[in-house]
Nanobody, 121 residues
Framework: VQLQASGGGLVQAGGSLRLSCAATGRIFSINDMGWYRQTPGKQRELVAEITRGGMTNYADSVKDRFVISRDNAKNTVYLQMDSLKPEDTAVYYC????????????????WGPGTQVTVSS
């Protein structure tokens, strides 16, 4: 199973970007999905997460600016980022909790390779 993210890039402050992350391979189901970000010298931090049923959780720094959503049929999670700020500049990683079979014991966490988001002032 692989996660492939896309949608990063360079944008001016106040602009928008939409990240996508699709899971492919042997998948029975995907539970929680989320986006994290990391800057040099800092720990990776949660940006937003969403359960299979659609419940969401956001970091305080992105509330009211970012929206996470998912398409369960496509095993894909999205992050709509509006009103971007220079401090949002980071490498963004998607994460998925994948279940390979119907057995709970087959569940594991998977990280995508990361996509760079740069917001210029």
């Amino acid at each position: 199973v692989q996660l492939q993210a896309s949608g990063g890039g360079l944008v001016q402050a106040g602009g928008s970007l939409r990240l996508s992350c699709a899971a492919t391979g042997r998948i029975f189901s995907i539970n929680d999905m989320g986006w994290y970000r990391q800057t040099p010298g800092k720990q990776r931090e949660l940006v937003a997460e969403i359960t299979r049923g659609g419940m969401t959780n956001y970091a305080d720094s992105v509330k009211d600016r970012f929206v996470i959503s998912r398409d369960n049929a496509k095993n894909t999670v999205y992050l709509q980022m509006d009103s971007l700020k220079p401090e949002d500049t980071a490498v963004y990683y998607c994460k998925a909790v994948v279940r390979a079979t119907a057995l709970r014991s087959s569940e594991y966490g998977l990280w995508g390779p990361g996509t760079q988001v740069t917001v210029s002032s």
